[in-house]
């Protein structure tokens, strides 16, 4: 793949909440809970965000997206986030107002977690669907609308009739495929899928994400996944990062993590992932110890060295430099190699 | 994928059943609905269900619960009485052929109230319509207008008729009290109603600013709301009516309306305000601003339409409160001017003609009813529209 096309470009992004206290409201502290993060994302490939709860990934999704100071006004936001659009335009959206970025609005689209809070229950899934085209295509006649909205339930599985229905008569899965169809309605370029089959059975996950695999060729759009379940991630992605504690720990080719994993976090993380077969023989099993830091008080130096199996005194001097451990697989921490447990 | 379950034999469908929230409204409908001829209710529904909203949900809810039920009649009554109040108790015809000629006097008397007519005959502007001599006529059932003195017959009992038709009595001046009560319900209906529409007005508007927007605008609303909780509303309005107390009575009463509803948004802005800081940390307001929905079209479309349930109850019971307050004003000689004739006032007469019991007890049942009637409705709305029916 020589001819890369960049897609997205994140360089040190920090997302800091302040939190306020007392009569006068005076910032007493502050919730960094993206702290440096730096990733580039290529077309035509799905780059796996994962992690576990808190520990930011929900937070990057958001900001790329340019609706974390929407939910929080007060965010403070720093860094680049660089979309290519396909005509070789680049674009800022790091701390884009709400009036410039309406425009990009529909090139990058979310699909959201909770299929139950995501789609609004005093419209039908018709009315759904449509609204982001009568907002991002108003070009388009009340007739066209209809038939991209029938096409799109068609695609993501559901029957043309049950578009006059609403969302609470649907099951989990089939909302979350409503969800995904709102998400492709004004074609996007870029899509962040914010863990979009966890809150789903596992029959279901399973149906959804080949849905999307399916969608991600025909439409031609590029996912960010996040998720926390490994399995799923590198079913689906073709890199994967993951994070801890607001910043990315390892970053590569998604075999390359999945199976090689080099971080002393990413190898707790997939030792966690249960085995089908008992004889698979994993040589090891890490349990952490303790609970992750508040992201309000967070170790110096490495995030992790507080559960760190193979911590040293020195960790707490400055985050550790990404090292290039294999070709395209890189590790923050100096102390471990691919392939070699620690 | 199903879109319909199916509960061939479910008897009755256990709390923790729904806890997987898969179609929960329906799960808990039928969980409700589950004792009585299950088999034809449910038939019945799956034709209703194809496109079933919120709203028709809470319908049927609402429909279930028999005293609400009861309060909406009482108050849809109510209601048609004030609107044919001068068809049911009027000092004139209804119809009647006078000379010849056929009149519809009622109706006659709204064009020469908006000045489109006039009565033409001297008799008919005079108001003598008693008196005359009628080919044919149909006079409402009350033939007296809330006005109409009749000193020859005051403090009549109720149910002693004699050659006059008061059915419910009269007062000092003969005044009948049928007549009184049904003209009555025109003003305390409609206090209700403005009063609560001006308070649900502001209250949503500045409820929704301030839990949409937060920040300092939610700082300077829940100071306001302080503020305005923190007025003795009922001196406020005794002092301001003191005031305009020589203007129009329709202008009178306009004003007491408006106060009501000044001093009396705060709790539907507190609620409106609670439910939309629920809302708005929902997914698919957040999905609407990725989407890249202006605000004016998220509050609209996506926040407020998720909010006002709870806004609907307080309204219910708003109602009932500025009929209350309106009654207790006219009570102390406050309220609307002695010209007209309503609830709090007739009960203010009964205050020294004790013996004329019938002059207290009435207007009370009536005030009471009304009271009753709107509590009842916002407690069945509030059941009906409760979280575990939520989608």
């Given amino acids: 793949m020589s001819d890369k096309r960049l897609l997205l470009e994140v360089k040190d992004l920090k997302v800091h909440f302040p939190v306020y206290a007392g009569i006068f409201q005076r910032k007493i502290a502050t919730v960094k809970a993206v702290d440096g993060v730096s990733f580039t994302m290529y077309r035509g490939e799905t780059l796996g965000l994962v992690g576990e709860s808190g520990c930011g990934k929900t937070t990057v999704g958001r900001t790329i997206i340019n609706i974390t100071k929407l939910m929080f006004h007060d965010a403070e936001i720093t860094g680049e986030i660089l979309y290519h659009m396909p005509n070789g335009e680049v674009i800022d959206f790091a701390n884009l107002t709400k009036k410039k970025m309406r425009p990009y609005r529909s090139e990058v689209q979310m699909i959201f977690q909770d299929p139950y809070s995501s789609l609004n229950p005093r419209m039908t899934v018709q009315q759904i669907i449509e609204e982001p085209l009568t907002i991002h295509r108003p070009e388009m006649s009340k007739e066209d609308r209809r038939k991209r909205v029938l096409m799109l339930l068609d695609r993501v599985g559901l029957q043309a009739e ?45 149906q959804v994400i080949n849905l999307m695999l399916d969608l991600q060729e025909e439409f031609d759009v590029n996912f960010l996944f996040i998720a926390h379940d490994l399995s799923v991630v590198e079913h689906i992605s073709t890199r994967i990062a993951v994070m801890y504690l607001g910043h990315i720990v390892e970053y590569g080719g998604s075999e390359q993590v999945y199976f090689n994993p080099t971080h002393p976090y990413s190898r707790a993380l997939l030792s966690a992932v249960p085995q089908a077969d008992p004889d698979s023989g994993r040589a090891t099993r890490t349990i952490l110890e303790g609970d992750v830091p508040t992201p309000l008080n967070k170790p110096t130096g490495c995030p992790f060295r507080t559960r760190c199996p193979i911590a040293r005194p020195d960790c707490a001097n400055g985050f550790p430099s990404f090292e290039e451990k294999e070709s395209g697989h890189w590790v923050a921490c100096p102390y471990v190699e691919a392939g070699v447990e620690a | 994928m199903g879109t319909e379950p199916t509960y061939h034999d479910s008897q009755k469908i256990p709390e923790g059943a729904q806890s997987d929230g898969r179609l929960q409204g329906e799960l808990t409908d039928t969980n409700l609905s589950a004792n009585d001829n299950e088999k034809k209710d449910k038939a019945e529904r799956k034709k209703k269900d194809d496109n079933q909203s919120y709203w028709r949900l809470v319908r049927r809810q609402y429909k279930k619960n028999r005293p609400a039920r009861v309060g909406l009649w009482i108050i849809m009554f109510f209601v048609v009485t004030a609107l044919f109040a001068d068809f049911l108790a009027n000092n004139k015809p209804i119809i009647c052929k006078y000379q010849g000629t056929w009149y519809v006097p ?40 809330s006005r109409d003195n009749d000193l020859d017959n005051s403090f009549v009992a109720p149910f002693q008729t004699g050659d006059h038709s008061h059915y419910l009595g009269t007062d000092q001046l003969g005044r009948d009290l049928l007549a009184g009560l049904i003209h009555g319900s025109r003003i305390s209906l409609s206090i209700g109603i403005v009063a609560m529409g001006i308070a649900t007005l502001i209250g949503v ?47 009178l009463i306009f004003l007491i309306m408006a106060v009501i509803g000044l001093t009396g948004w705060m709790n539907i802005a507190r609620l409106a305000r609670g439910e939309v800081l629920r809302v708005r940390n929902m997914e698919y307001v957040t999905a609407a601003g990725a989407l890249g929905f202006s605000s004016p079209r998220v509050i609209f479309r996506h926040v407020l339409p998720n909010s006002l349930a709870p806004v609907l109850v307080a309204i219910a019971f708003g109602i009932a409160a500025a009929v209350l307050t309106e009654a207790a004003l006219s009570f102390l000689g406050f309220g609307v ?55």
Wanted: aromatic share 14%; with cysteine.
């Fill in chain 1, 162 to 206: 049950q578009g006059g229905r609403y969302p609470h008569e649907f099951s989990g899965g089939q909302r979350q495929r409503i969800g995904i169809a709102r998400a492709l309605a004004t074609n996007p370029d870029l899509i962040i899928c914010d863990e979009p089959v966890s809150a789903l059975d596992v029959s279901v996950q399973a």
């Fill in chain 2, 337 to 391: 001017p002695p010209t007209v004739v309503t609830w709090g006032s007739m009960l203010s007469e009964a205050r020294g003609n004790v013996y004329a019991w019938w002059l207290a007890i009435f207007p009370g049942i009536m005030i009471f009813l009304t009271v009753l009637s709107y509590n009842l409705v916002g407690d069945g709305l509030r059941d009906a529209t409760d979280p575990r029916l939520k989608l």
């Fill in chain 2, 205 to 251: 508007l500045l409820g929704v600013l301030a839990g949409y927007f937060g920040g300092w605008v939610d700082i300077v609303v829940s100071r306001l709301i302080e503020l305005f909780l923190n007025f003795p509303v009922f001196f406020l309005i005794i002092t301001i009516v003191a005031f305009y107390q020589d203007s129009e009575p329709n202008a």
């Fill in chain 2, 106 to 145: 009622v109706v006659h008397e709204y064009l020469v109230g908006i000045g489109f007519s006039s009565w033409g005959k001297e008799e008919f502007a005079n108001d003598k319509w008693k008196e005359l001599d009628y080919d044919v006529s149909i006079w409402p059932p009350v033939p007296y207008t």
